[in-house]
């Protein structure tokens, strides 16, 4: 598997299940798998712990947490950590069963859309309803005024 083919299935799920560190990792992961001569996204990879935690933004202990949850769900395989080093593979069949983050994203977008769609909706039946409701209420005021001031120019 290619390095940019990688990167666009970890952008596309693994959103969906873990967290924003967790995604710069393995795209650092990723990226330190590249060699000119061969593309291979699932080669061998030795890191060290300080590169690794900048990448994902984090400490060494949330690190060590993260690498036992991705090593536990099979996303890094052949872990092996020393206090300096990391050297694992990734392993790309666990990411791809994951859903699509986009997709989940759209439906509750779409849900929140109709459902203010419908909210506004009432409203806007309601507002019309209180203005026709008006527009009678003067129509019949503006007649009784009429009728008063004849009445009161034949007694004048």
């Known amino acids: 598997m290619l390095r940019s083919e990688a990167r666009n299935i970890i952008k596309k799920h693994i959103p969906s299940k873990y967290p924003t560190?967790?995604?710069?990792?393995?795209l650092k992961l990723v990226d330190l798998t590249y060699r000119k001569d061969s593309d291979d996204a699932e080669?061998?990879?030795?890191?060290?712990?300080?590169?690794?935690?900048?990448?994902?933004?984090?400490r060494e202990r949330q690190l060590?947490?993260?690498l036992d949850q991705l090593s536990t769900d099979g996303i890094l395989l052949d872990l092996k950590r020393t206090p300096k080093h990391i050297s694992c593979r990734l392993?790309?069949?666990?990411?791809?069963?994951?859903e699509l983050y986009g997709e989940?994203?759209?439906?509750?977008?779409?849900?929140?859309?109709?459902?203010?769609?419908s909210k506004a909706r009432e409203s806007?039946?309601?507002?019309?309803?209180?203005?026709?409701?008006?527009?009678?209420?003067k129509q019949h005021f503006d007649v009784?005024?009429?009728?008063?001031?004849?009445?009161?120019?034949?007694?004048?």
């Open 21 to 26: 560190s967790t995604e710069m990792l393995l």
């Open 43 to 58: 080669r061998p990879i030795t890191v060290t712990v300080s590169v690794t935690a900048k990448a994902a933004r984090v």
């Open 64 to 66: 060590k947490n993260i």
């Open 91 to 98: 392993g790309f069949a666990p990411i791809s069963k994951l």
């Open 104 to 117: 989940k994203r759209k439906a509750e977008k779409q849900e929140r859309n109709d459902e203010r769609t």
């Open 124 to 137: 806007r039946a309601q507002m019309k309803e209180a203005q026709e409701c008006a527009s009678f209420v």
């Open 144 to 156: 009784l005024a009429a009728e008063n001031a004849s009445r009161a120019e034949m007694f004048a």
